[in-house]
């Protein structure tokens, strides 16, 4: 029988055991690792900065800021969250922007499916790298909804909770993601267009 993140945590507050904490970490690390890895766009920084968190985490869990909710992984996140952040403004890169939500079909349903043949898996490779280059232009708020969703799949509610805004503005933010997205492959596939034209 799988063990919850709660029977988890439980038997590491309770008991000491630190198998149970560290298949705690199992579980989640490549979800909160590809957020940080989105969010910091540095391996050795994301790692740096993931270690932090956790080191936050077993601190904060002893002291009991963690109140047994059911949310764990909502609760790390916020933590890995405010970790980023923290490294970002030493950096001078967190800066707020406005948004205007608007509606929109996700770009995501935009990419391929089917299994790809060797020329399908290049294309596929160059969009992945297109896809980063572009989420890093987008807004900080905007790219973290977006990341928050596609590499944690956390609820927009609890997003919203993360980010301490209504769940409309965490929606309208990544609708606006999204579209501007969309804006980016217009542009990108006039641009690569007009250099074949002019070829």
Known sequence: MEHTDEDLVTAYLEDGDETAFRRLVERHQDRI?????????????????FQNTFVRVIDAMRDGSYTHEGKWLSWVMSIARNAAIDHMRKQKKW????????????FWETLEDDSPSANE?????????????????????????????QE???TFREISDLQDVSINTALGRMRYALKNLRKMMKKSDKTSLAGTTDS
């Open 33 to 49: 690792f590809g957020y940080l890895m989105g969010m910091l766009k540095d391996r050795a920084v994301a790692n740096d900065v």
């Open 152 to 154: 944690t799949d956390l």
């Open 121 to 149: 898996e290049l294309h596929r490779a160059e969009q992945r790298e297109w896809l980063d280059e572009h989420i890093e232009e987008l807004a900080p708020e905007q790219r973290e909804v977006l990341l928050l969703r």
């Open 95 to 106: 800066a707020d922007m406005p948004h205007d939500p608007d509606e929109g079909r996700s």
